[in-house]
């Protein structure tokens, strides 16, 4: 009888951990300047719970991590006359949430401009 508590005492200790690591993070982005408008467009955005509130004359957006839908794209490569900046500016282009960076993980002779925006 004892043994067949412990059994029951583990499953409902598995059960509990489980329920417990479903719940999801929340992920933010700021999406512009802030407005009366900032929660709607972050509901219009994120329409499974997102909200928005302005912080530092920042328009936020808080939603649960991993709806949104992420493209990635390389922009040509980075040199002395397009650097971090202009690579920066060039995927701003993509739209309001693009993240441009130099990546040079292949090597100094190949930096290129990779550009991470919201495609959703």
Known sequence: MARF??????????????????EAAV?????????????D????KYPEGGKGACQDDNCVCFFECGIEKRCNVGLGRCSSQC???CCAAKCAQKGPLGQGYCDGSLG???????CSYDCS
């Open 83 to 85: 650097s971090e900046s």
């Open 41 to 44: 467009i972050c509901r219009s």
């Open 5 to 22: 508590f412990h059994y029951v005492l583990f499953i409902f200790a598995a059960v509990a951990v489980m329920e417990l690591s479903v």
């Open 108 to 114: 100094p002779q190949n930096v290129l401009c990779q």
């Open 27 to 39: 992920c933010s982005r700021e999406i512009g300047a802030c407005a009366e408008s900032c929660d």
